[in-house]
């Protein structure tokens, strides 16, 4: 029986798909229902409910490649003016952020690649050193650089391409984070290799949701959630307690395993299940590639990440995701910036950070050492 939770993360995972030059992943990461805000309709004599949560204010805009959705506890009169201010600020950055848009920093950067520094605004620098922090701190498993390996694969039904090795070899020379020059002091970037291009696409949009969340806290709205790009971001009460963020089950669509409660903080999942197909042999292509070998990572199945911005949020999820559960969560423990990660392995084996477990509510009771049950199918 399809639920009202099944309906609206259906209807969420439809607004997610972007556009076919999206090459992001997108994460079914969604708010979910809880026991307390149940299915039925009440019965037309029943009484009000006195806890029943108030309406949220909700709307939605295509930006970035994908779609935003924005959901504020607040009155109209102040969430509406708001809300299309935050989408503006989004629309602003895309113009600046976009390495698809022919016009912007980013495309700048990328065809002066090999030649000389390119003067940024104060938006693409901070995003740019970002991307290089996590390339950083994760040796270059998520890399800025990848987008050297843009347009070789397709993932988009009925146009589905897998690149010949010889094709992918080149480009990989072309990966390597290290060559990326910053000079905070002239405010500018420089790719040192010419044919080196950097992708924002995997941190862009949670900056747009940080930038889109000052814009509501300005203007007194304390409690919300924002959607955009695979990550939500919340922040405050919804009613008289956290909001609810659910993880999507890998192999089971429109079902989660299990959900966060948090009152801050952005939220971002890595998975292989979506932008992917699966060929004649039962093998599964997605979309996040291992830059050392130019091919889908295949040690994990999805990743989870709570950080306290989104600037970094999705960045470190792609990190865990390519580096593995054990060398991920050996990065999150090390590196300078507070994560916390719920990660389920090739091995469908569920691991988290220190403490992470305890916050986790289960939807499904685990096997066997931790195995998420129907995990492993295909």
Known sequence: MRTPLHAALAALLALACGSDEDEDEVVETVEVRGEDEGGGQPEAEAPPDPDALPPLFSRSRPLMG??????????????????????????????????????????????????????????????VK???????????????????????????????????????????????????????EARTVFLKREGMAIGTGGIGKGYALDRAGEILRDAGIESY????????????????RAWRVGIQHPRREEEYFAFFESDGGSISTSGDYEHFFIDDDGKRWHHILDTDTGL???????????????????????????????RGLEMLARIPYRAEAVVLGADCRLRTTPGTREKLILRVELGEDDLVPGCDAP
């Open 66 to 127: 994908t779609v935003f959705i924005i959901k504020v506890q607040a009155p109209e009169r102040v969430a509406a003016p708001a809300v299309e201010r935050a989408f503006d600020e989004i629309e602003r950055l895309e113009t600046v952020l976009s390495e698809w848009r022919e016009d912007s920093e980013i495309s700048r950067i990328n065809r002066h690649a090999g030649r000389r520094p390119v003067e940024v605004g104060e938006d693409v620098f901070t995003v």
């Open 130 to 184: 970002a991307g290089v922090d996590v390339s950083r701190w994760s040796e270059g498993a998520f890399d800025l650089s990848w987008a050297a390996l843009r347009g070789l694969y397709d993932f988009r039904p009925g146009r589905q391409r897998v690149p010949a090795r010889s094709a992918v070899r080149p480009k990989l020379r072309l990966i390597d984070w290290s060559q990326i020059e910053l000079d905070e």
């Open 225 to 240: 959630m924002l959607f955009g790009g695979g990550q939500v971001q919340v922040h405050g009460q919804r009613g008289p």
């Open 296 to 326: 889908p990572a295949e040690r994990t199945t999805s990743v989870t990440l709570l950080a306290p911005s989104g600037l970094y949020a999705d960045a470190l999820s792609t990190a865990v995701f390519v580096l593995g559960p054990e």
